[in-house]
Structures are given as structure tokens and as C-alpha cells.
């Protein structure tokens, strides 16, 4: 299941855990292209945060996002990993993998 963001749920969302967020615009070509991808690793089991950046411009501004789709990860809360572009679905996975290990 991919969990929808906002700027009033995010940080509690974010807290504990390993916690992957994807920040996608409707309008994003590549967004669109990227979201079945999001879907089948939410499948997984693997936790999905999604934020919308026409409704949550603090977001996109705190995190410094420039280009959609972007991606954070979060160990308790804490950003380890932020990268940005069209991610096909293993190289996603693999980028996840290396900082689960």
C-alpha cells in the first residue's frame, strides 16, 4: 500500500523505521510512467510514502526538490538517501537494497 503524504502527516509517517518517499506531480510524464512501479514494490511489502508537490510546497521546498520524480529514504526519521530521475524497477529495488543492508 502506498501511504499518501502531507505536510501535516508527513513527520509522524517518517519517524521510525525505514521509510521510502516518493515526491510525484500528475502533470510529470515520468511520474506517471513511475507510479505502476511504485505499486508493485508497495506489493512487497516495502512501505511507500507518496507526496503531491502542488499540495505540499513546504515539503518540496524543505527537502530542496528540483525534478520529479524525487525519492527520499528515512531511517527513523533521519534522511540517508535522496536521488531524483525515472528509476526502473530493479535499479530502484537495488538502490533500497543497498541501504537496508
Known amino acids: 500500500m502506498i501511504q499518501e503524504l502531507n505536510e501535516k502527516n508527513f513527520d509522524e509517517n517518517i519517524k521510525d523505521g525505514i521509510k521510502f518517499v516518493a515526491f510525484t506531480a500528475d502533470w510529470c510524464g515520468y511520474c506517471q510512467r513511475q507510479k505502476p512501479i ?3 514494490i508497495a506489493d512487497q511489502n516495502i512501505w511507500i510514502g507518496e507526496v503531491d508537490p502542488d499540495r ?28 531524483a530521475g525515472y528509476q526502473p524497477k530493479y535499479e530502484l529495488l537495488n538502490r533500497l537494497l543497498a541501504y537496508l543492508q
Open 38 to 40: 511504485l505499486k508493485e
Open 56 to 83: 505540499n510546497p513546504s515539503l518540496v521546498q524543505r527537502f530542496g526538490i528540483n525534478g520529479f520524480p524525487s525519492f527520499l529514504l528515512f531511517k527513523n526519521g533521519n534522511l540517508i538517501a535522496q536521488f
